[in-house]
């Protein structure tokens, strides 16, 4: 059974840092786009940030571009998300998210319910 496990949430004050991490199991990532997604009360869960196969490629929402910085580490299945100078706006719950073989635009396109999902984690920005 795939799982994707998130973890790094937490209260933070606004310029504050955080990094998120997503642990896959049972899946090749080596074959897999992965990213971030993030939704906030009473919006649509929008992607963040995402990354393709190889690592080379990136995307980000313009919203986080110059913050916000993805990798991924294939030998341990992670992803990881750093969030820097965080604000108010960048308050939800964020999604890790995989699409086989999807580029990384792509893959933040839009939320596929076809691609696995995490659980989600809670970032709060407040002071």
């Known amino acids: 059974q795939v799982r994707l496990v998130e973890s790094g949430g937490d209260l933070v004050q606004p310029g504050g840092s955080l990094k998120l991490s997503c642990v896959v199991s049972?899946?090749?990532?080596?074959?897999?786009?992965i990213g971030w997604f993030r939704q906030a009360p009473g919006k649509e869960r929008e992607g963040v940030s995402c990354i393709d196969m190889s690592g080379e490629t990136t995307h980000y929402t313009d919203s986080v571009k110059g913050r916000f910085t993805i990798s991924r580490d294939n030998v341990k299945n992670t992803v990881y998300l750093q969030m820097n100078k965080l604000t108010s706006e960048d308050t939800a719950v964020y999604y890790c998210?995989?699409?086989?073989?999807?580029?990384?635009?792509?893959?933040?396109?839009?939320?596929?319910?076809?691609?696995?999902w995490g659980q989600g984690t809670q970032v709060t920005v407040s002071s």
């Open positions: 049972n899946l090749n990532l080596n074959y897999w786009g």
């Open positions: 998210t995989a699409g086989f073989r999807r580029p990384a635009q792509a893959l933040c396109s839009f939320p596929d319910p076809s691609n696995h």
